[in-house]
């Protein structure tokens, strides 16, 4: 089967930098995702990432480490408009011509003033 | 600018009673997804398609069916609603060979 685990809430202040960890145990692994939420709304991609190292797109960096099933996204200069949950994701093998993705439960991100 | 779009956006429905919610794109993809989203819960596939001849079962389709219609519609039904099946769906969309799925704004069910 497949586990996620991310914080349930953390607090940040705007402009300060801060890590949203993600910790995996899946059957085979075929990436991870970010998507982020804002409440009441649909998920919207932030990054994918299929090998190990950090990729990073603007202010948002995602980072892999397959050896230890441990992602982190990374975010710079908060902005209140980051106020959101970020959701971690994981494809693993393939199962009937689909390689299933598992979402977690998401990290709700609050930036304060 | 090309779009998912999900209808209706909110519904209260009673127990017993038939549902269709209904998918629409216009982004030309031709794999489309339905997801139920529940609090303290991620994201769970309830249906996937591949294709206008390709359906199948996600982890969670007991109780749902679904028909894609074209490929640009893809329809999610509960043949007799339940008070669990109370939860936030979202449709998704991705092309084929790429990554980012794109979601539905919605819709929020409460069956009662």
């Known amino acids: 089967g497949q586990n996620i685990d991310q914080p349930t809430e953390m607090t940040a202040t705007e402009g300060a930098i801060v890590q949203i960890n993600c910790t995996y145990q899946?059957?085979?692994?075929?990436?991870l995702f970010w998507y982020q939420q804002h409440a009441g709304e649909a998920p919207t991609f932030l990054s994918y990432?299929?090998?190990?190292g950090l990729e990073e797109k603007g202010r948002f960096s995602s980072f892999l480490s397959r050896s230890k099933g441990y992602s982190y996204l990374l975010l710079k200069e908060l902005q209140m408009k980051d106020s959101a949950s970020y959701l971690c994701?994981?494809?693993?093998?393939?199962?009937?011509?689909?390689?299933?993705?598992?979402f977690g439960i998401g990290t709700k991100l609050q930036v304060i003033p | 600018d090309a779009d998912v779009t999900q209808t209706p956006r909110n519904r209260i429905t009673k127990t017993g009673k038939r549902i269709m919610l209904e998918c629409s794109q216009t982004?030309?993809?031709?794999?489309m997804y339905w997801y139920r989203q529940d609090p303290g819960l991620g994201l769970r596939l309830i249906y996937y398609?591949?294709?206008?001849?390709?359906?199948n079962k996600g982890e969670i389709s007991d109780g749902y069916s679904v028909s894609r219609q074209a490929q640009a519609k893809f329809s999610l039904s509960l043949e007799s609603a339940i008070p669990n099946q109370t939860a936030l769906y979202f449709c998704?969309?991705?092309?084929?060979?790429?990554?980012?799925?794109?979601f539905g704004p919605g819709t929020r069910l409460t069956v009662l």
């Open positions: 998704a969309t991705r092309a084929s060979g790429e990554e980012e799925q794109f």
């Open positions: 899946t059957s085979g692994f075929n990436g």
């Open positions: 990432n299929v090998l190990d």
């Open positions: 994701a994981v494809r693993g093998d393939n199962s009937g011509g689909y390689q299933k993705v598992t």
């Open positions: 982004k030309g993809h031709d794999r």
């Open positions: 398609s591949f294709d206008v001849k390709d359906i």
